[in-house]
T-cell receptor, first 114, second 108 residues
C-alpha cells in the first residue's frame, strides 16, 4: 500500500495568482496522477505525472495552465496557474504501484479562488 | 470512447434493505473495474475490484461483459455504508476513469 500526503489541504487564492500543490508518497510508485473534482462532480483526470519527463495531459488540460513536475518516484507537484474562480475545486493526487492494481489517493487540496 | 456511467446520483434505502448501485462501462479493450468509496471526511479508498472476486464489508460486484456492467450489491444495508461510491475503469493498465458517483444514504 501507499500513503499519500498532499499540501496544502486547502487554500483561498486571489484570481490571477498561481498555487503549487505538493504530493508526497511514502514509497516508490510507478505512476502518479492528478485529478480535479469540482463541486458535485466526479473525478476528472488532469494528467499523468511522468518521472523525469513532461506530464501527459488529458483532453481539455494544458501544460501552461497546469504545469506538473515529478523529479523522482515519490514526489510530484501540480501548479494551477493564473487562477480564476472556475478553478475552484478539489485537486487530488493519486498513485499506483503496478498496472491494474489499487490506486491510492491523497486527502485532496480544496482550492477556492476569489 | 472510454466511459463509466452511474445512473443514480443518490440512492436512499432503509437499514436492512438490499442495495444495488449500478455501473455500466464502455471500453473496447479488456476492462479492469473497481469500486471506490469515500466516507464522510475520509479520503477515497478502494472497496473492491472485479479481478479479486471477493466480498468486502458484505459488498460484491460481478463483471458482466455482455451487459458491460459492474453493479455493486449488498443484501442488507447498514447505516455505516452511507458514503459516496465511485465505479472506476482502468484502461491501459494504469489510467483510471471514474463514474459520476452515487451517494448512498442508509436510513435507520
Amino acid at each position: 500500500s501507499a500513503v499519500i500526503s498532499q499540501k496544502p489541504s486547502r487554500d483561498i487564492c486571489q484570481r490571477g495568482t498561481s498555487l503549487t500543490i505538493q504530493c508526497q508518497v511514502d514509497s516508490q510508485v510507478t505512476m502518479m496522477f492528478w485529478y480535479r473534482q469540482q463541486p458535485g462532480q466526479s473525478l476528472t483526470l488532469i494528467a499523468t505525472a511522468n518521472q523525469g519527463s513532461e506530464a501527459t495531459y488529458e483532453s481539455g488540460f494544458v501544460i501552461d495552465k497546469f504545469p506538473i513536475s515529478r523529479p523522482n518516484l515519490t514526489f510530484s507537484t501540480l501548479t494551477v496557474s493564473n487562477m480564476s474562480p472556475e478553478d475552484s475545486s478539489i485537486y487530488l493526487c493519486s498513485a499506483r504501484g503496478e498496472a491494474n492494481t489499487e490506486a491510492f489517493f491523497g486527502q485532496g487540496t480544496r482550492l477556492t479562488v476569489v | 470512447a472510454q466511459r463509466v456511467t452511474q445512473p443514480e446520483k443518490l440512492l436512499s434505502v432503509f437499514k436492512g434493505a438490499p442495495v444495488e448501485l449500478k455501473c455500466n462501462y464502455s471500453y473496447s479493450g479488456s476492462p479492469e473495474l473497481f469500486w471506490y468509496v469515500q466516507y464522510s471526511r475520509q479520503r477515497l479508498q478502494l472497496l473492491l475490484r472485479h479481478i479479486s472476486r471477493e466480498s468486502i464489508k458484505g459488498f460484491t460486484a460481478d463483471l458482466n461483459k455482455g451487459e458491460t456492467s459492474f453493479h455493486l450489491k449488498k443484501p442488507f444495508a447498514q447505516e455505516e455504508d452511507s458514503a459516496m461510491y465511485y465505479c472506476a475503469l482502468s484502461t491501459g493498465g494504469f489510467k483510471t476513469i471514474f463514474g459520476a458517483g452515487t451517494r448512498l444514504f442508509v436510513k435507520a
